[in-house]
């Protein structure tokens, strides 16, 4: 029995950082997360409750006209667009999104820009 312990492989080492890496990861975007969407449920009612990006956008974006093409516009363009249509359906009374609903349908939007529609 020796009293020293070889040091670990190199390998090994490496595996076990990058294993506490991704577990202290997933534990710091997992807790924000959770409370941000509690608070956020019970502070402000929402229009669309607990909807996807792609549900929000074939809501609330039909409220006036077609849905749009999605290569119609580049990405700059529709972190802008989302927003300025967002308040048309304020001003005209419309169901409207909250501003994490809006960045989820320009997610949504930015997402599928080379694969759908
Ligand atoms: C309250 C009514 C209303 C809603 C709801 C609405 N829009 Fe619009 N949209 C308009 C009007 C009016 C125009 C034309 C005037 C303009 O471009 O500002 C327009 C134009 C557009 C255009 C063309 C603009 C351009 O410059 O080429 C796009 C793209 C668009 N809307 C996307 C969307 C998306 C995405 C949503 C959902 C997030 C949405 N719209 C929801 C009223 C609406």
New binding site residues.
Partial sequence: MSPIKPPMKNSTAIGVTVLFALVAFAVLVSLPTQKGTHEKNQQTQRLFPLASGKTL?EE??V???TL?VFK??TPDQWRI??K???R??EQ?G?SY?STDE?DA?TDY?LSNMTTKN
């Fill in positions: 956008f609330s974006c409220q006036c006209h749009p119609s516009h667009l989302v300025k249509m967002n048309y359906m005209t419309k999104l809006a349908v939007i």
